[in-house]
């Protein structure tokens, strides 16, 4: 069952839309949740309630927010056979592309960044090139990370535009 996340309760989506495999589009590899009206207009609404608040905490607690969120997705993620039921990230492409984002692990490390948490290599059942999603953190604004297309998604404060 897909859930939103609304006023900080997990709740059952009204709807779902399939997460097709990009490398196999004929495999469904998950499921997004869909809001009803009345669930987005809750999601304003208590976003807008919290905005007061978040606006005057501490910038530290706001930095900490999103690599803890990240954090505990990422941990909670099953990284295997894009066709076996219950996975949520297959393997990589190819090795072209395992080395693509090895190196950009490698880059945003170089430029600062720390491994939070994955970018190993990991042995599966099934044949493939699996690669555990990584969480980078500390890092300087200005550095490439996340200025490499599909990169984004393994940098900590590019959260809201690759996660």
């Not at 009206?37 to 976003?47: F, Q, V």
């Not at 190196?103 to 491994?115: F, Y």
Request: one cysteine or more.
């Amino acid at each position: 069952m897909t859930k939103n996340h609304i006023a900080g309760e997990w709740l059952a989506a009204a709807k779902a839309s399939p997460n097709i495999s990009p490398s196999n589009t004929s495999a469904v590899v998950g499921e997004y949740a869909r809001a009803s009206a009345i669930e987005t207009e809750r999601a304003i609404g208590a976003a807008s309630d919290a905005f007061p608040a978040r606006s005057h905490s501490a910038i530290q607690a706001r930095h900490d927010i999103p690599e803890a969120a990240a954090l505990h997705k990422l941990q909670g993620l099953v990284i295997d056979d894009a066709v076996k039921a219950g996975t949520n990230v297959g393997p990589v492409a190819d090795e072209s592309q395992l080395e693509q984002d090895l190196q950009s692990i490698s880059i945003g490390q170089a430029e600062g960044a720390k491994l939070i948490a994955g970018g190993k290599l990991l042995k599966r059942e099934a044949p493939g090139f699996y690669l555990a999603p990584a969480l980078l953190a500390e890092r300087e604004q200005q550095d490439s990370c996340g200025a490499q297309g599909d990169f984004r998604a393994f940098c900590h404060r590019d959260l809201g535009q690759g996660l």
